[in-house]
């Protein structure tokens, strides 16, 4: 069936280094996606999106790569740091009429020390 | 702070009971979004209404109600609850009424049915 999905519902990395989070869609026809940060205790927090016309976008040290080919997208997170750790979603709008975000599982990053 | 209130932030009840759980948009925001996340799953899009009137519907039971006032203020209502209800309870809010445009989440209610 349609889904969203993540690849890695763990990802640890070493404060200072690159982090890349991945998520698989299977609904070809979905044109606007976001990654959310959710802390713990927290609601999710709007870090990037990115609609299906565009293949890159860049933020603050985050950029969302998106692949259409194979329906792959990515958050990368440039220098991570301590305060990077949480739990990341990322979220697709299908098209065609239905009016709502469909959210992954979720990949929780740790950043070490 | 995301400008979306949500009250209560805890919420401890009987199973059987009914509950009413309340959401304040952003200023401006026409748009209110309600998400269940529980531990087992991902967030999971209940309902959402624009401008006083139901937009978009998603896998919410038949147990679960929603509106939103004049004043765009949303509650979201659950009846015979069920353990399995428990779970965080996101409203989300945006400016338009498509979800192609950034949503701002609340803090949520952690709901507990024991």
């Known amino acids: 069936g349609e889904s969203v999905g993540l690849h890695l519902p763990t990802l640890s990395v070493q404060e200072g280094d690159n982090s890349i989070i991945n998520c698989a869609y299977s609904?070809?026809?979905?044109?606007?996606f976001i990654w959310y940060k959710q802390e713990s205790g927290k609601g999710p927090q709007f870090i990037i999106d990115i609609r299906s016309n565009m293949d890159k976008r860049q933020g603050q040290r985050v950029t969302v790569l998106l692949n259409k080919t194979v329906k792959h997208l990515s958050l990368q997170i440039a220098a991570t740091q301590p305060g990077d750790s949480a739990v990341y979603f990322c979220?697709?709008?299908?098209?065609?009429?239905?009016?709502?975000?469909?959210f992954g599982t979720g990949t929780q990053l740790k950043v070490e020390l | 702070d995301s400008g979306v209130t949500q009250t209560p932030k805890h919420l401890i009840t009987a199973t059987g009971q009914r509950v009413t759980l309340r959401c304040s948009p952003r200023s401006g925001d026409l748009s209110v979004y309600w998400y269940q996340q529980s531990l087992d799953q991902g967030l999971q899009f209940l309902i959402q209404?624009?401008?006083?009137?139901?937009?978009a519907k998603g896998n919410i039971l038949e147990r679960f109600s929603a509106q939103q006032f004049p004043d765009l203020h949303s509650e979201l209502n659950l009846s015979s609850l069920e353990l399995g209800d428990s779970a965080l309870y996101f409203c989300?809010?945006?400016?338009?009424?498509?979800?192609?445009?950034?949503?701002?989440f609340g803090q949520g209610t952690r709901l507990t049915v024991v």
């Open positions: 609904n070809s026809a979905s044109d606007y």
């Open positions: 989300a809010s945006s400016v338009q009424g498509s979800t192609n445009t950034e949503a701002f």
């Open positions: 209404y624009y401008n006083g009137e139901e937009r």
């Open positions: 979220a697709e709008n299908r098209a065609g009429g239905e009016n709502k975000l469909t």
